[in-house]
Every structure is written in C-alpha cells, then in structure tokens.
T-cell receptor
Framework: KNQVEQSPQSLIILEGKNCTLQ??????????LRWYKQDTGRGPVSLTI?????NTKSNGRYTATLDADTKQSSLHITASQLSDSASYICVVSHLSGGYNKLIFGAGTRLAVHP | DAGVIQSPRHEVTEMGQEVTLRCKPISGHNSLFWYRQTMMRGLELLIY????????DSGMPEDRFSAKMPNASFSTLKIQPSEPRDSAVYFC??????????????????FGPGTRLLVL
C-alpha cells in the first residue's frame, strides 16, 4: 500500500536552534518527493522537489535529503526563526497511468519559541 | 501573476444547501487540483484535472460532490446537498505538467488561499 509517514507529529524548539523532520514512504513507482510548508490559515507552499537522482536540495535555511534506497527523506531547518512555526508536509508522487498521483503525509507541526 | 484565486474565502451554509466553490488557476498552468483539509484527515486530494479533463477523481467522497473545468481558467467544486461532515478547508492548486520520458513531469504546485466551509 502506498503510504507516507512523518515524524515527529509535533515539535517545539527554541529560536536559533536546528531541527530535522523525518519522512518515510512506501510508494512505488517513485516519481518525486516534495516538502511543503503550511502556515496556519494559509495554503501549503512548496519548499523543495526531489527526483530519484537527487539526494539533497536546499532552499535557504531549509535542506531536504532523499535516500531512495531506504525510502526516507528528511527536512533540516537551520537557525530556526519564529516564522518557521508551521506544519511541514511530505508528499510523494508516483506515476499511475502516465500521470503523477500524490500521496500525502499527515504533517509535522513545528512551533518555534523565543 | 495573482496566483491561484479562490472564492469565496469563507462560506457558512445550512445542511442540505448547495455549495459552489470556485477556482481560477495560474495562467499557463495545465493541471488543477482540488483538495480538502481537516484536522482529522489532513490534506486529501479530491480530483485532478489535466488540460481540463478529469484524470483522477478517486478522492471525491461521494455523489454529492462534483467538479467541473469548462475551460483552462476556471473550475468549480459543487456539493449538493451539503452535510455538516463536509465542513473543512477546500484548497485549489495548479501546476504545469510537461511530457517526460516516462509520463508527465509535474512542476511545483501552487495553492490558493482556500475556502473555509462550515455546514451547520
């Protein structure tokens, strides 16, 4: 069964600290993996997209890694800021009938405290 | 570009009423998605259009839900009759999909601000 699991479910860190969010998936055939950031009351915003051949991608203080062999991805946030408080959603895409089908994780809710 | 536009932003209605949500995708995008988000179930894909054609509607809950995309710049999601359990935030998203060697390659999805629906 195609599934995406994220951990932890929620996380509290102090401003300035680093943190790492995890995403494990059992999706086949794999097409790409995305990380989204969703602020409260807003739509998700794409942070990174990685294909099978990419094992790391950065977007400012956000760095995503992908291990296609173990089917794991992580999102590392460096020097956290209060504005990083949000839900982070891992989405894995697989090809079905020539089109991308998206499987969503439940998200990790991050709170950055001063 | 104004991004993905959704209307209304908020909707409060009574059980049994018809609800129509509207979406204008980003100009030039050829794929459009309707999502529903609740605390219990997270983000769920309802339906996905490519070049105005429904490709995957396996997420549409039941016959009370219908979606149309009459042209490349407009889509609607209709719920008739609405029920309290339909209360959620409904997002529309669009992206550009380009043919690849093993199927369509999807670029970044851009989400609209969502419509917050409350069915009493």
């Amino acid at each position: 069964k195609n599934q995406v699991e994220q951990s932890p479910q929620s996380l509290i860190i102090l401003e300035g600290k680093n943190c790492t969010l995890q995403c494990n998936y059992t999706v086949s055939p794999f097409s790409n993996l995305r990380w989204y950031k969703q602020d409260t009351g807003r739509g998700p915003v794409s942070l990174t997209i990685m294909t099978f051949s990419e094992n790391t991608k950065s977007n400012g203080r956000y760095t995503a890694t992908l291990d296609a062999d173990t089917k794991q991805s992580s999102l590392h946030i460096t020097a956290s800021q209060l504005s990083d408080s949000a839900s982070y959603i891992c989405v894995v895409s697989h090809l079905s009938g020539g089109y991308n089908k998206l499987i969503f994780g439940a998200g990790t809710r991050l709170a950055v405290h001063p | 570009d104004a991004g993905v536009i959704q209307s209304p932003r908020h909707e409060v209605t009574e059980m049994g009423q018809e609800v129509t949500l509207r979406c204008k995708p980003i100009s030039g995008h050829n794929s459009l998605f309707w999502y529903r988000q609740t605390m219990m179930r997270g983000l769920e894909l309802l339906i996905y259009f490519n070049n105005n054609v429904p490709i995957d509607d396996s997420g549409m809950p039941e016959d009370r839900f219908s979606a149309k995309m009459p042209n490349a710049s407009f889509s609607t999601l209709k719920i008739q009759p609405s029920e309290p359990r339909d209360s959620a935030v409904y997002f529309c998203a669009s992206s550009l999909e380009v043919p690849g060697t093993s199927g369509y390659k999807q670029e970044t999805q851009y989400f609209g601000p969502g419509t917050r629906l409350l069915v009493l």
